[in-house]
């Protein structure tokens, strides 16, 4: 049976985490104009990549990444495979403490941070637990019923104060290219390209298309250009890009005089949280998958809360917002090389390994 709505949901809501946060401030401060530019080629690169790493997996029919790697060389294979363990479980410290943090400034200032950080761990982690990558993917199709309307709704009506002619210029020439010499861009490519890589995992059960997957990357192309024009049209740029979020900023000024809730982010905050919850889901499962087919076969009820008090120490470790974000400028050179080196790899193996097959056919 297909699985393309629920890859493609899937897909769409672990990447819809990261938007609306770091994301803004990373494009604005990787060019002062002409902002489409890098929001466009971010996606370009995710498309590259996605299209490799498919590429790449349609060599061996009914395998995933893991179970390709062990049979190639097992060498490889956890060289491969602790890279991408690190990647994920430095993706959810990152993620469960920035969370933390915004939840902690925006809503509830008295509730300490360790609590809310071990709420973004224990939920998903029994998400995972209960319902593994079938649970997870029906799940999908269910938070996007009951989040995406109400945080469609908050992003209309963040269009209230906007004012268009902040939108200008739209091109100046050749040196609006500069952005590629800046690192907030590659900061940006986190959100872009951060959760491809849980197509590799899928088991052969999970049977989709591949442009499930590149219809679901482009459908995301709005929400990455709203995220950033939208803070720019209502304040410009200057001052957008002093604000630590520019977009949870501007839904806070919203004003809906019909409304019967006072602040309209409380929509958009609820659905956010629910979409990262299940991006730590989602890469819990990948940590889970790594090392039980790649490294011992561990009970997932054993695994699973040893994992959890593991990234909750870490999350410890990180005393404030500043030292997160120092954090993620430290680990971006390992987050884009993983990125890219996984896919291309898998790729060249499975070119080589088409090309054996081919040999022995003849042979015959």
């Given at each position: 049976m297909?699985?393309n709505?629920q890859?493609?949901?899937?897909?769409i809501?672990?990447?819809l985490?990261?938007i609306?946060?770091?994301?803004p401030i990373d494009?604005m401060?990787?060019?002062?104009?002409?902002?489409?530019?890098p929001?466009l080629?971010g996606?370009?690169?995710?498309?590259?990549?996605?299209?490799?790493?498919?590429?790449g997996l349609?060599?061996f029919?009914?395998?995933n990444?893991?179970?390709i790697?062990?049979k190639k060389?097992?060498f490889?294979?956890?060289f491969f495979?602790?890279?991408?363990l690190?990647?994920?479980?430095s993706?959810?410290?990152l993620?469960?403490r920035?969370?933390?943090e915004?939840?902690?400034?925006?809503v509830?200032?008295?509730?300490p941070?360790w609590?809310l950080m071990?709420l973004?761990?224990?939920?998903?982690?029994?998400i995972t637990?209960?319902?593994m990558i079938?649970g997870?993917l029906?799940?999908?199709?269910l938070?996007?019923?009951l989040f995406?309307v109400p945080?469609?709704f908050v992003i209309?009506?963040?269009?209230?104060n906007?004012?268009?002619?902040?939108l200008?210029?739209?091109?100046t020439?050749?040196?609006d290219?500069?952005?590629?010499?800046?690192?907030s861009f590659y900061?940006s490519?986190?959100a872009?390209?951060?959760g491809?890589?849980?197509?590799?995992?899928l088991?052969?059960f999970?049977k989709?298309?591949?442009?499930?997957?590149?219809?679901?990357?482009?459908a995301?192309?709005?929400?990455y250009?709203i995220?950033?024009?939208?803070?720019?049209?209502?304040f410009?740029e200057?001052?957008a890009?002093?604000?630590q979020?520019p977009?949870?900023f501007?839904?806070?000024?919203?004003?809906i005089?019909?409304?019967?809730?006072e602040?309209?982010?409380?929509?958009?905050?609820?659905g956010?949280?629910?979409?990262c919850m299940?991006?730590?889901?989602v890469?819990?499962?990948?940590?889970?998958?790594?090392?039980?087919?790649?490294?011992r076969?561990?009970?997932?009820?054993?695994?699973?809360?040893i994992?959890?008090?593991?990234?909750?120490?870490?999350?410890?470790?990180i005393?404030?917002?500043?030292t997160?974000?120092?954090?993620?400028?430290?680990s971006?050179a390992?987050?884009l090389?993983?990125?890219v080196?996984?896919p291309v790899?898998?790729l060249i193996?499975g070119?080589?390994h088409?090309k054996?097959?081919k040999?022995?056919?003849?042979n015959?």
């Amino acid at each position: 049976m297909s699985k393309n709505l629920q890859v493609s949901t899937t897909y769409i809501l672990v990447h819809l985490a990261q938007i609306f946060f770091i994301y803004p401030i990373d494009i604005m401060e990787s060019t002062d104009q002409v902002h489409w530019l890098p929001v466009l080629f971010g996606c370009l690169f995710n498309l590259i990549m996605i299209f490799i790493y498919l590429k790449g997996l349609s060599y061996f029919k009914d395998q995933n990444i893991i179970e390709i790697l062990m049979k190639k060389s097992k060498f490889l294979a956890w060289f491969f495979l602790l890279h991408a363990l690190i990647y994920m479980g430095s993706m959810i410290i990152l993620t469960v403490r920035g969370f933390a943090e915004v939840i902690s400034i925006t809503v509830l200032s008295n509730t300490p941070i360790w609590v809310l950080m071990l709420l973004f761990l224990i939920i998903p982690g029994y998400i995972t637990l209960q319902g593994m990558i079938g649970g997870i993917l029906r799940l999908s199709v269910l938070i996007s019923a009951l989040f995406v309307v109400p945080v469609v709704f908050v992003i209309l009506a963040s269009f209230q104060n906007v004012d268009w002619h902040y939108l200008l210029p739209l091109w100046t020439g050749f040196s609006d290219f500069k952005f590629v010499t800046n690192p907030s861009f590659y900061m940006s490519l986190f959100a872009c390209s951060g959760g491809f890589l849980m197509i590799g995992f899928l088991p052969s059960f999970t049977k989709f298309k591949p442009k499930a997957i590149y219809w679901g990357a482009l459908a995301l192309l709005p929400a990455y250009l709203i995220s950033v024009y939208v803070p720019i049209l209502t304040f410009g740029e200057q001052t957008a890009r002093q604000l630590q979020f520019p977009y949870i900023f501007v839904v806070d000024t919203i004003e809906i005089n019909w409304l019967m809730f006072e602040r309209i982010n409380v929509f958009l905050l609820l659905g956010l949280v629910a979409f990262c919850m299940f991006f730590i889901s989602v890469s819990l499962w990948q940590i889970l998958c790594i090392i039980q087919q790649g490294v011992r076969n561990i009970n997932s009820n054993y695994l699973i809360p040893i994992i959890l008090i593991l990234l909750f120490i870490s999350c410890l470790f990180i005393p404030d917002w500043d030292t997160s974000v120092q954090l993620l400028q430290w680990s971006m050179a390992f987050r884009l090389y993983v990125m890219v080196t996984t896919p291309v790899y898998l790729l060249i193996i499975g070119w080589l390994h088409a090309k054996k097959l081919k040999v022995e056919l003849n042979n015959l």
